[in-house]
């Protein structure tokens, strides 16, 4: 992290009768640090803003390969590396992704991995205008001393990492960690979780990665949404402090926020329109317009909700740009649709762009609505899900 250091001295000595000189009070300094990512502080705030791009959002295929395995044996797939790269090539090489998407969130394999022709895929992507990024935290382990909560583990040799997927042709990084209402959640979890936010993201801009900042709120639980907008302030209240202890360049990240809903289990479901004015609440109270993107996760809620949601946050400007880094909310239909078939290959990708369509248009305000199939209206969530 550069530096800027501003040192305020007074004079050490003086002259007394005969001669003789006195000590003064020691020298004043003050230390101004300013937040900055050292040499790559302008492709930062130039990556951030490419990805936060209007009608355009983040497609997210970091699924570990465990998790990437319970979604191909739900169409009755093999958990093989083949059919994982026959899975993601379908996905990255579909014909006019770039319109509606600006980002593209890999696992490890997938970022060094080739289509069955040899292009690399961060070539595919960067040929569409497609920002490569890549998952970079180890996962969740249970936090000592904690209500039965979570922290997440990566920080060990970080730095090397992040500067090995630059050179692979990454732009950008994302970490994911979680707080969960129905364990409290403790003051320790979300000091954890926001210092290890804080930490993560300084490693990842000091070698050229713009950080995607993920506090995921859980959905579990019969909470009412004023309870999630509650534990949501305190938890973003958390991370941009220290975020700004790090000397995080603000201009130089994206969050990847959940939206402010009820508990999945709570007795009344929440509108579109309740859920943006709840959700920019707690934004415009927390997050400095500095930021240039809010790129929302969908944790669990049906594609259909997913997009309304967005589009109610978009009927009015905002300070950032509004939009959606989603996973389940933008391959549930495609997954289903291939079937792990070639013949349904372009069948899949014409899925794939419907739905990425749809959020783009939610991102510009203008999603209505019409013509969606009871699939995609089937809610995704699991109590306790793990990537």
Not at 26 to 45: K, N
Not at 145 to 163: F, I, K, Y
Not at 211 to 236: Q, S
């Amino acid at each position: 992290m550069a530096m800027a250091t501003v040192k305020l001295s007074s004079p050490a000595t003086g002259l007394l009768a005969g001669g003789r000189t006195r000590r003064s009070a020691p020298a004043r300094r003050a230390t101004v640090i300013r937040a900055a990512a050292g040499s790559y502080s302008d492709e930062l705030v130039s990556t951030a803003k490419s990805v936060a791009s209007p009608g355009r959002g983040i497609l997210a295929i970091d699924e570990s390969n465990a998790t990437c395995g319970k979604r191909l044996a739900s169409i009755g797939l093999d958990n093989t590396e083949a059919n994982r790269q026959a899975y993601r090539q379908l996905l990255l090489t579909t014909a006019g992704l770039g319109e509606y998407i600006s980002g593209a969130i890999l696992f490890e394999e997938t970022l060094y991995q080739s289509t069955t022709d040899g292009k690399k895929f961060v070539d595919c992507l960067k040929d569409q205008n497609i920002m490569p990024g890549i998952k970079v935290d180890k996962g969740l382990v249970p936090l000592p001393g904690s209500n039965n909560e979570s922290w997440c583990q990566g920080l060990d040799g970080l730095a090397s990492r992040c500067a090995e997927y630059y050179k692979q042709g990454a732009r950008f990084a994302k970490w994911r960690t979680v707080v969960s209402i129905p364990c409290g959640p403790s003051a320790l979890a979300v000091k954890e979780a926001a210092w290890g936010l804080a930490r993560y993201a300084g490693i990842a801009q000091d070698n050229g990665l713009v950080p995607i900042v993920e506090p995921e709120i859980l959905l579990d639980g019969d909470h009412g949404i004023e309870r999630t907008l509650e534990v949501a302030e305190k938890v973003w209240s958390e991370v941009f402090f220290y975020l700004a202890q790090n000397n995080v360049l603000f201009e130089g990240i994206l969050l990847k926020p959940s939206m402010v809903t009820p508990g999945a289990e709570h007795k009344e479901k929440a509108s579109p329109e309740a859920i943006a004015k709840n959700t920019l609440t707690m934004l415009r109270r927390r997050v400095p317009p500095a930021v240039p993107g809010i790129m929302f996760l969908s944790g669990g809620q049906s594609e259909v909700e997913a997009t309304l949601n967005l589009n109610a946050m978009n009927q009015s400007p905002n300070p950032w740009h509004v939009s959606f880094s989603y996973a389940r909310a933008l391959q549930n239909s495609v997954l289903k649709t291939w079937q792990g078939r070639p013949e349904n290959v372009e069948a899949a990708q014409k899925a794939l762009l419907a739905r990425a369509k749809a959020n783009s248009q939610a991102q510009l305000g203008r999603y209505t609505g019409e013509g969606e199939s009871d699939e995609a209206k089937k809610g995704m969530f699991q109590k306790g899900y793990t990537y």
